[in-house]
């Protein structure tokens, strides 16, 4: 019998293996775990910080001064077997652009890939986010329909919200239908 001291990628265990053996590398560096997000990380020095995320397999990082983002990478690179990958301008979705003024984020490509799922790509942009004459009922006359489908928009809208509050209501007045769905429902979640 051989006894493993390490977890093996691929295994139910290596996720958490691999996250608990950087939590440990992390904090010996310095860093501090976030209060609300536990897979958020930073470390302060000399009033400047680097903030680290780490999502799965993948990290995040920015920081307010170059030098300790370079440490940083570095550090990383010696630790781990890793590799950079460069600036940050698309993940999860998010399209992330690094400007001199400022970082801007959004979704557009994920709108249209969501556009192009339902086969809306044709459809005409409104104003607002939904009639104001609208009214939803779960004892809606009209007739049924896929609930999969809806259940599918449903959660891409949910995903979106993260950079477009504006439709936050809307969507979740539409979500709080999920049995018994009728053609009206549909309609107004398109």
Aim: hydrophobic fraction near 40%; include cysteine; aromatic fraction near 10%.
């Amino acid at each position: 019998m051989c006894k493993l001291k390490k977890a093996l990628y691929g295994l139910k265990k290596a996720p958490q293996a691999w996250y608990s053996r950087l939590d440990v590398y992390l904090h010996k560096q310095g860093f501090k775990k976030g209060m609300v997000d536990s897979n958020l990380y930073i470390k302060s020095e000399n009033n400047h910080q680097v903030i680290i995320v780490v999502y799965v397999d993948d990290i995040i990082f920015g920081g307010s001064k170059d030098e300790m983002c370079k440490d940083f990478a570095n550090q990383m690179q010696i630790e781990f077997d890793m590799s950079m990958i460069g600036e940050l301008s698309y993940f999860l979705s998010l399209q992330v652009n690094q400007l001199k003024n400022g970082i801007f984020i959004s979704q557009i490509k994920y709108v249209k890939e969501i556009l192009k799922t339902f086969t809306m790509e044709d459809c005409k942009p409104v104003s607002t986010p939904m009639k104001t004459s609208c009214k939803l009922t779960k004892d809606d006359m009209s007739p049924s329909v896929d609930q999969t489908m809806y259940m599918s928009m449903i959660g891409s809208l949910l995903y979106l919200i993260a950079t477009k509050p504006d439709i936050l209501q809307v969507v979740c007045m539409v979500a709080w239908f999920q049995a018994s769905l009728k053609e009206t429902h549909v309609t107004a979640v398109k």
